[in-house]
């Protein structure tokens, strides 16, 4: 049996749990009769309450079904000055209150229990519910043990006990009427959410409504906007309330202003003229001579706002009922406000997946699928992007039908700018075609073209560019930081690299390229590719590297092959390197296979 | 002499709620559990403003609204109509009956008053 005596808001309360049990009930009828008569009952009344007790706790297990004996039974007495009341909460099926009690007759063993309860207490109640029951037995306290009644103190005592009905029944209807006030906001305001109007006008709304309810004069909503640590007033009763942000410390210090003391200490604050906010409130300044209260609200343990309510006119404080509904009409609101930015954030991720999408597709297009061919090579590209877009692109400029223009380049960065500096990059590269023969050339145009939005962005980009002339069997090279070219002979086994030197494009305004002319030689297999390929990891951590991609080349020198062929070889190579591994950077090659 | 206001339904603990809120506004209020008393109530007692539930036993709300408005002592009394269920009983049914206002239960208790005031607003102000 556990015993837990506390005040309730009625009169004191005494609850016990006792086990579905008979032998649990003496224990249990003598604490509830200790109990009483602590609380002054007399001795009538206390055998009276203790009998009524134990036939209805015996009733409780006798009739307790299977499942319900595995559940404790549950007393509550409640003594007020004027009244006791015995609970009773059981798990048996229940039954139908009889509308009368009558006696049972001498042949039935069943019924005297509700006969005695109903005899003995003043009132009772029988609530049926699925699984639980409760009984409630009410007895009126004598005002005097002893005293003889007169007609007279009969007619006050019923006077006495009529008022404080209508007391119970005024408090009852005050607080229905709040529930009432605020279901009828919740119904309203649930429809409202379906026309589109913002979450502001919705909140401003809301709180003039509260304003009229609760006869209150102004209102101040804050709001912490997402990932900050400062309430922000969101709208407000009038414009003078648009008061500055509010710093939400990590400490609570003295002299903090009542909405982020109320935000920090997570209950709310009352003001008024004797209990007024402190000097340096900003809401002091602008609402001197009023009272109100500031109620923060939470979302679990997310601090969403603070909503302050103020009378100036009427100084009236705010009774229980008008608390309980500007509770309800800012914990709503909290509810919308959540899921608005709920909302906004999935359609904010909608909106980005579009435009990622958008913008993959064209720089798929920029990538062209059927590269332009020169008699007796074979050209094939690759390009893998860490994210859905990316920096790395790779093009190839027919000039004549014995002269190429191959590029490769990285933009530093992955994402959305840096395939914006990869289209634009192509794109210049192609308008200027007077200087395709003389790559480093074109790469000093083009760094001085792109220099300002590159500096200003703090973006580089390597390149190479390499202007193939089959008809005159040599290639010329320049690079803009980036990797070596690598040129590989069937039949070699050896790989050679082309590296000129040169700065990336973005980082110095006029600087240097320098063109590498090479020869090319006779069933040669040309190699362009960006870093995301030699640094490419393994689940071990190793890198993929220079060395064992020229010895990939190497391997491949062996007997003619497409580019193609070696395309997806290489990429091959690459998936199987990295398993099971995320992509960290964008990879690309392009190869030129005679 | 306080306005009086007839409140008709047949839930008590609605009577007991709008009762709050009329005596602390100032207002003596006449109790109709049907639409058969709302109409004889009216008739005997003549009241400011009518608030009454559309759905009842015994003469439902409209069935009273549309007496009441054929009545020459009643006609020109306004009805606030209150309901729980405006998808049986519509807006356009109750004010084409000559309803003033019609709102939607749960209610709010203070825009009912506010509509009780806007129709004695015009009569002498009830003593609080």
Redesign the interface.
């Known amino acids: 049996m556990s015993e837990s005596p506390c005040k309730s808001s009625r009169g004191v309360a005494l609850r016990l749990a006792l086990a579905c049990d008979l032998f649990e009930v003496r224990p249990a009828i003598l604490a509830v009769r200790g109990f009483l008569a602590e609380q002054g009952l007399p001795d009538a009344e206390l055998t009276t309450c203790e009998l009524a007790m134990a036939e209805a706790c015996n009733n409780a297990i006798n009739y307790a079904s299977e499942e319900g004996r595995a559940q404790p039974i549950e007393i509550e007495v409640i003594s007020s000055l004027t009244r006791v009341e015995l609970r009773v909460n059981d798990h048996t099926p229940g039954f139908d209150w009889p509308g009368r009690i009558n006696l049972p007759g001498s042949d039935s063993e069943r019924g005297r229990g509700l006969y005695l309860i109903r005899s003995l207490m003043d009132s009772t109640e029988y609530f049926r519910c699925a699984g639980e029951n409760s009984l409630r037995m009410r007895k009126h306290r004598s005002s005097q043990a002893g005293r003889v009644p007169s007609p007279s103190a009969n007619l006050e005592e019923l006077s006495r006990r009529l008022a404080e009905s209508e007391q119970i029944i005024g408090d009852m209807a005050e607080e229905l009427s709040s529930c009432y006030e605020s279901l009828s906001a919740i119904f309203r305001y649930s429809a409202e959410q379906g026309k589109a109007i913002s979450l502001e006008d919705f909140s401003r709304q809301l709180l003039s409504d509260l304003l009229r309810i609760t006869a209150a004069d102004w209102f101040v909503l804050r709001l912490v906007p997402k990932d900050q640590s400062w309430l922000v007033v969101f709208t407000a009763s009038e414009p003078g309330l648009d008061l500055e942000p509010l710093e939400v410390p990590h400490r609570v210090d003295s002299g903090l202003p009542a909405e982020v003391r109320s935000a920090k200490q997570r209950q709310d604050i009352w003001f008024d003229q004797q209990k007024s906010l402190e000097a340096g409130d900003p809401l002091r300044r602008v609402k001197p001579d009023s009272l109100g209260l500031v109620h923060p609200f939470y979302f679990g343990d997310t601090l969403i706002g603070t909503l302050t309510v103020g009378k100036t006119i009427s100084l009236v404080p705010f009774s229980a009922a008008q608390t309980n509904v500007v509770h309800t009409f800012a914990d709503f609101l909290a509810i919308q406000i959540v899921n608005t930015r709920f909302q906004e954030e999935q359609v904010n991720n909608l909106l980005v997946a579009r435009d990622l999408q958008i913008a993959k597709n064209i720089q798929r297009s920029l990538l062209m699928k059927t590269l332009p061919q020169m008699p007796g090579f074979g050209l094939a590209g690759y390009c893998e992007s860490a994210r859905q877009v990316g920096g790395d692109f790779y093009d190839v400029v027919k000039l004549s039908d014995q002269a190429l223009l191959l590029v490769i380049a990285d933009v530093m960065g992955k994402g959305i700018p840096a395939a914006m500096f990869a289209a634009i990059l192509r794109s210049l590269l192609r308008a200027l075609p007077e200087l395709t023969n003389q790559p480093s050339e074109l790469l000093s145009r083009v760094n001085r073209l792109l220099f300002d939005e590159l500096s200003e962005v703090d973006m580089f980009i390597t390149a190479q560019l390499v202007y193939v002339d089959a008809g005159k069997r040599l290639l010329v090279t320049a690079s803009a930081g980036h990797c070596p070219l690598l040129l590989a002979v069937v039949g070699e086994r050896a790989v050679r690299t082309l590296s000129p030197e040169g700065m990336p494009l973005g980082i110095l305004p006029d600087t240097p390229f320098t063109d590498e002319t090479a020869e090319l030689p006779r069933n040669c297999r040309v190699l362009l590719y960006t870093d995301g390929l030699t640094e490419a990891r393994n689940a071990q951590g190793e890198l993929f590297g220079q060395e064992r991609l020229m010895e990939w080349l190497k391997q491949t020198t062996t007997h003619p092959r497409k580019a193609e062929e070696l395309k997806d070889e290489l990429a091959a190579e690459l998936v199987k390197f990295q398993s099971n591994t995320s992509l960290k950077d964008d990879q690309t090659f392009l190869i030129m296979a005679e | 002499m306080p306005h009086k206001i007839l409140i008709v339904d047949d839930e008590p603990?609605m009577l007991?709620?709008i009762?709050?809120?009329l005596e602390h506004a100032g207002y003596e209020m006449i109790k109709a559990r049907n639409g058969r008393e709302a109409v004889e109530a009216a008739v005997r007692e003549n009241p400011c403003v009518v608030v009454m539930d559309a759905m009842m036993p015994n003469m439902d709300g409209l069935t009273a609204l549309r007496q009441l408005k054929q009545e020459p002592a009643t006609r020109a009394i306004p009805v606030i109509m209150l309901t729980a269920n405006p998808h049986k009983y519509s807006r356009e049914e109750a004010e084409s009956s000559g309803a003033a206002i019609f709102l939607?239960k749960?209610?709010?208790?203070?825009?009912l008053l506010d509509e009780i005031r806007k129709h004695t607003l015009d009569l002498e102000v009830p003593q609080v």
Not at chain 2, 106 to 111: L, R
């Open positions: 603990f007991r709620l009762q709050h809120h939607t749960p209610f709010s208790p203070t825009q």
